[in-house]
């Protein structure tokens, strides 16, 4: 089965993303508690923080599979991202913290994954690479943000991720996980 056509109205959201272990929380974390937030602006949780790499969105549970054989067919360098700016989105009402220098590895996953799903169907029309991982929602308006005491993390692996918005915070679950190639020396 391939992955085009509408999403099964039942379905689940899915996407590939690399996620921090508890070691890489620290600098997310102290970047976060950085901000200084009005009300009915939020942090999010720990739990939830993630580099989104292709967001696929709705699929059925056969789709699955086909998204886990691509996941598995992904061939590539890990990397190190250095998060060394605060970033205000007012359309999605979010702060980042962003790396805005993007390493050719990185680049080459985000390629593979976003080519890799078109030739299953999933057209997902990337507008650009930004590396980011979301620090706070709902922040309706633009804060005064200080600068941000920049961090490394090293990534040596990504997932694919289901999402559940049902509740009041998103649930971010790990559903499959790769390697990425790393020397260890260097990563």
Avoid: C
């Avoid at 994954?113 to 929602?137: E, F, I, M, N, S």
């Amino acid at each position: 089965m391939t992955g085009g056509g509408d999403p099964d109205p039942a379905g689940v959201r899915m996407f590939f993303a690399a996620v921090p272990a508890l070691a890489d929380l620290e600098g997310f974390d102290a970047a976060a508690r950085g901000l200084l937030l009005a009300p009915p602006a939020r942090r999010v949780a720990a739990r939830n923080h993630h580099l989104t790499l292709a967001f696929v969105g709705g699929v059925s549970a056969a789709q699955v599979e086909d998204l886990r054989s691509i996941g598995r067919g992904q061939r590539a360098q890990g990397f190190a991202l250095r998060f060394d700016a605060y970033e205000y989105w007012p359309k999605p009402e979010v702060i980042v913290a962003a790396a805005r220098a993007i390493p050719d590895a990185l680049d080459l996953l985000w390629q593979r994954l976003h080519r890799d799903l078109a030739v299953h169907g999933w057209a997902l029309d990337p507008k650009r690479l930004r590396p980011h991982v979301t620090l706070a929602r709902k922040v309706s308006q633009a804060p005064v943000l200080q600068a941000m005491s920049p961090f490394e993390w090293r990534i040596r692996s990504f997932s694919l991720m289901r999402s559940d918005t049902g509740a009041a915070e998103s649930a971010y679950t790990v559903v499959d996980t790769w390697p990425l190639l790393y020397d260890a020396e260097k990563l």
